[in-house]
């Protein structure tokens, strides 16, 4: 593995910044690439604000919740600011862009705003504003399609944007007022990006994009996610590629095709499918009917009877009743998702939707968003109850978060899996980590599955 830049290329009495994510993977993508490029600019990372010369806060807007906590945070800055006026604050990412100058209007101890397409001149930006009090840098389209190599955490797992931006506009969301429209890297940007994470160590990537599925479409050359999955299926020490988030519009036969013909993409698609009612569908802007989603399905399945599905859904959103409710129920219990991210309908400004009344009660969301949680576990339970006894090619990925004496890894669907070490001291890495091995599933919750490594016939248990 590289070392860390933010440690190792540092001079001693280098600057500090302190960096928080909040939100998706793209902001933590967009996170390393702020790393760094301060790294090159002789910027230290450290772990608390109380010891940094700059603070900054890479921001989510999807949900109120999510700023809420932003603002928390800026609040509570105030005061060091004044005790220490040399101390920059600097705001990136969607809440930054969707709020330009307004946010230093509100904050006028935030120095820096800065939008989704500018993060990669951070040096420059904070170079500027020893002149300037303030500085909003919030245009789009000077987005850098030749980033700095991001400064990426030691792991089994590499995220790469392949894309950003969206063209949907669905009613509810401000992906397309904070990160703009949608723009594609080229393949060979992608490709040498890949070989170099897999020559630092990683054995799996991640293909990002808000609608990934669509990757290629602004190129105007014929670029497709397919493509781009074959030709990334070439490198050699990669194991494992997978993508998120896919819309449902935009899987096509060919995508379909190339996940099930190529032996290292994970079966499993992440493809939102917001709610089973046509009626609220048709509100949000998604462009499909249930009954399209439910041909997605079939055409998966018909490919790859093993797919696993996973969904998102929001409930609660304006006018949504009982009886469309009843519908999200129902399909979920028809699909059967490998598993799903429910979240309670949160009102953005500016967006199509909030001219419409946010009027299902907060109870009544929670409610329903109760309700398809606990749905889905039972559907888990089901499902992982069904894989007692089978084998999974599982890729582990570390030690397990609840209990370090045993691993973590994910299937070729996704699904959590619990394996013991291998190492009988359990002191240094484990040599299982970031290999692929056969796991008999012996047990299971309805969030994780125990198994335990299953010896090769004719060669010794891995060690
Ligand atoms: Fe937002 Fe819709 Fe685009 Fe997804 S597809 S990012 S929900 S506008």
Known sequence: MPPDPLVSAAPAA???????????????????????????????????????????????????????????????????????????????????????????????????????DQFAHMPQLLDRLGGEEHIVATDFGDFEDAQPVPARAEGVNAWVPVMRGCNYNCTYCVVPFTRGREKSRTPAQIEDEVRR?????????????????????????GSTLAGLLRRLHEIPDLARIRFVTSHPKDI???????????????????????????????????????????????????????????????VGFPRETDADFADTVRLMDEVRFAGAYVFMYSQRPGTAAANLADDVPVAVKKARCNHLLDLQVV????????LHGQILEVLVEGPSKSDPQMLHGKSLGNRNVVLPRSDADGSARDPLIGRIVPVRVQRSTGLTLFGEVEPVAGTPPPR
Request: hydrophobic share 40%; charged share 25%.
């Open 14 to 116: 280098g600057r500090r910044v302190y960096l928080e994510t909040f939100g998706c993977q793209m902001n933590s993508a967009d996170s390393d690439v702020v790393i760094a490029r301060l790294a090159e600019a002789g910027w230290r990372r450290v772990d608390g604000v109380a010891e940094a010369d700059l603070i900054l806060y890479n921001t989510c807007a999807v949900r109120d919740h999510a700023e809420a906590k932003v603002r928390g945070r800026l609040g509570a800055l105030k005061a060091l600011k004044q005790s220490r006026p040399a101390l920059r604050i600097g705001v990136m990412g969607c809440m930054a862009q969707r709020e330009k100058a307004d946010l230093i209007r509100r904050f006028p101890h935030v120095d820096l705003v800065v939008g989704t």
């Open 197 to 221: 994470l897999v020559a630092a160590g990683h054995v799996q990537i991640t293909l990002l994009g808000q609608t990934v599925d669509a990757y290629g479409k602004t190129l105007g050359d």
């Open 252 to 314: 096509t036969d060919e995508l379909l095709d190339a996940v099930a013909q190529l032996p290292k993409v994970a079966k499993h698609l992440h493809v939102p499918a917001q709610s089973g009612s046509d009626r609220i569908l048709r509100m949000m802007g998604r462009r499909y009917t249930v009954d399209d989603y439910r041909r997605f399905v079939e055409r998966a399945r018909q490919r790859m009877p093993q797919v696993e599905l996973l969904s998102d859904f929001i």
């Open 379 to 386: 559907h888990q339970a089901e499902q992982h109850a069904a």
